[in-house]
Structures are given as C-alpha cells and as structure tokens.
C-alpha cells in the first residue's frame, strides 16, 4: 500500500513545518505555553491564515479537508514543535458544527475561538455519567478540563436533555470560567453553568459527540507521534555526542538498542495512527481510536522515559527542549480517555 501524503496534504504539512521551525521555537513556545492566557494570539491568527483550521473540515462545511489523514498531518506538525494553540478545541467543535450543519467560517477562519465542553469531574471520560443538565434553554453543571477553554469565545457545552445529550453554545462571557495552564503547557478551563443561557446547536447529538472525540484522539494521538519522532532524533544526537570513558556513549551496544526499541514503538504508534484516521467516520471509528490511543499511551511512555534516562541529569532540566517534549507525550495520555480506560473499551467491543 502507498502511505505517501497527497500533493496537497504535503504542501499543507510543509508549509506548517516551515511556520513553526520559524516563528514557534522551543523558547518562544515555552515563554507562552505557561503563562496566561497559555497560547499566543499573534501566532493563533498566523496559524490559521495559514488554512490550518480549513483542513479540518469537510468542503460541504467551507472546509477542504476533514478527513482523518487532514487531521493528522495537522496536528503531527503541532506535535513536532510543541504547539500549545488551541487546536484541538476547534477540530472538536467543527466536528460538532458539521454534524448540525452549522455555519462554521468564524471557526475556521480562527476569527472566533471554539472550545468544547465534555467532560465533568465525576465523569472524566464516560458521557453517559454526566450530569450537566439543560432545561428551557438553561444549562446546569460544572465542566472540567475543558482544553482552550481559557481563551474561547464559545463553548459547545454537551448536556443530559431528556434522554439523550444535546449540544449548546454558550458565549464565554455568560459562564463562570477558570482558566488555568496544565503542567505541559497550553492551557484548560473548569467552566461552572448556573442557569447558563445556551442556544440549542445539535439535539440527540450522542454520534456527533463521539464523533468529534474520535476526530480529537486522532488528532492527540498524531501529535503523539509529531513530539516522539522529535524526541527520538534528539536522543540520538545526543548519543552521537556525549563522551564517557573516552568515546561516544552512542557506541555502546546497549544504548543502540535501546534507540531501537524508541524507534520500533513510534513505527507502530504511526501505523496504528494510520489505521485510526482510515476509519474516522466510519461504524469502526470508536474501536481504532481506542486502539490508537491504548497504543500511544504505552508507547509514548516508554519513548519519555527512555529519552530521560539515556540523556541523563540534562534531560530533567527546564531549558533543555527534550523534558518539555517527555512532559507532553506523557500528558496526551490523560487526555480524552487514558490507556486503562481505551484498553476497557476496546475489550468491550
């Protein structure tokens, strides 16, 4: 099979490349990433001039991508440079918007920031126990986690209405919102609603939400394997020039191996990233994304830590690029359901 990008995904990943290697180096993004408001708003319309946010919707929504691999040559090129944009955010809403056949250009043009609202403190990844409630247009409940929340315009807040969930936009200036940097960088928002006003965007929206969490652990998981592919390559540098008893520690048998064994486990995550993004959208999506991101989550941990150890003491120091890298892989793990809860969902199917 050919696994080579199209002409026109590869431009795209070119030219965001090309953007972040320029004007998103390691010291401009971690300047950013941990302090408020946890992104920059210079290079967030940068980005999306770019036509970043329109490959991750379909042409029938004023996109020109949408599909799985879009996704993933998107969010890989974040993954490469750390990004802490709001991204994921935006992808997840737009699936969201296309599914109710919503007008999305103020999304996709980055003119108006989108953050989507799922998971709650008692029910970090099973929708089924939320208990955010809507009643005649008003929303009950309290968010958590909520990625980019901190500088969204709009929240797509899902909530119980009846026996089904529906979707509501609720502005951000209508709700009780806590922004707060993660321990990776970028940023999140607790979002508390009482008798928040919403408007209704997608009633019995229960495939489209999970849809749009499918199309994020896509996404996370392709960045998953943007940052280890950059980890690895550092590490084997750093191999090639660390001297101890008088040679290159890269020479050692053992390090070799152990090298080998990083790069085996990110072959497989992008094979397996491959599978997921083939099948988003389809009635097996929810299985391989489970897969993916069960995968990625053991990988990129062994990936981290094997980084750390065979850098030694500099790999847990702030300035050096390779922690900040090893502290996001590690996290994209806790995001959007971690490795035991995939694992449980895919021996359930």
Not at 82 to 88: D, F, H, I, R
């Amino acid at each position: 099979m050919n696994f080579d990008l199209t002409e026109d995904r590869q431009m795209l990943a070119d030219s965001l490349r090309r953007y972040l290697n320029d004007k998103y180096p390691i010291e401009h993004r971690n300047k950013v990433a941990y302090e408020a408001p946890f992104h920059d708003d210079a290079k967030w319309a940068e980005l999306t001039e770019l036509g970043a946010l329109y490959a991750l919707a379909p042409e029938a929504a004023g996109g020109m991508g949408g599909a799985g691999f879009d996704i993933a040559v998107v969010f890989e090129e974040l993954g490469r440079a750390l990004c802490p944009e709001p991204v994921l955010g935006a992808l997840m809403a737009s699936r969201i918007l296309t599914a109710a056949g919503a007008d999305q250009e103020a999304l996709l043009s980055g003119a108006t920031k989108y953050a989507v609202g799922l998971g709650e403190l008692d029910a970090p990844y099973d929708l089924s126990e939320m208990s955010t409630v809507a009643k005649g247009g008003k929303l009950s409940g309290r968010k958590s986690v909520v990625y980019g929340g901190q500088a969204a315009d709009v929240l797509l807040i899902a909530a119980r209405d009846g026996d089904s969930l529906s979707v509501y936009a609720v502005q951000a200036a209508d709700a009780s919102i806590t922004g707060y940097g993660m321990m990776d960088g970028a940023g999140a928002a607790e979002v508390v609603l009482e008798e928040t006003p919403g408007e209704l965007v997608l009633a019995n929206a229960d495939a489209a939400i999970a849809d749009a969490v499918n199309a994020g652990i896509v996404g996370l998981c392709s960045e998953a394997v943007g940052a280890m592919e950059v980890l690895h390559k550092m590490t084997v540098e750093y191999l090639g020039q660390r001297k101890q008893f008088g040679r290159t520690i890269g020479t050692f048998q053992a390090l070799q191996h152990r090298a080998v064994d990083m790069l085996t486990e990110i072959v497989q995550s992008r094979s397996i990233v491959i599978k997921a993004a083939s099948e988003l959208g389809g009635p097996d999506a929810a299985r391989y994304c489970s897969m993916a991101k069960n995968l990625i989550g053991r990988a990129g941990r062994l990936v981290a830590e094997e980084a750390i150890q065979m850098h030694g003491g500099i790999a847990m120091t702030w300035e050096y690029p390779g922690s900040h890298y090893a502290k996001r892989i590690i996290m994209i793990d806790a995001q959007l359901g971690d490795t035991d809860y995939h694992l449980m969902q895919v021996a359930a199917a």
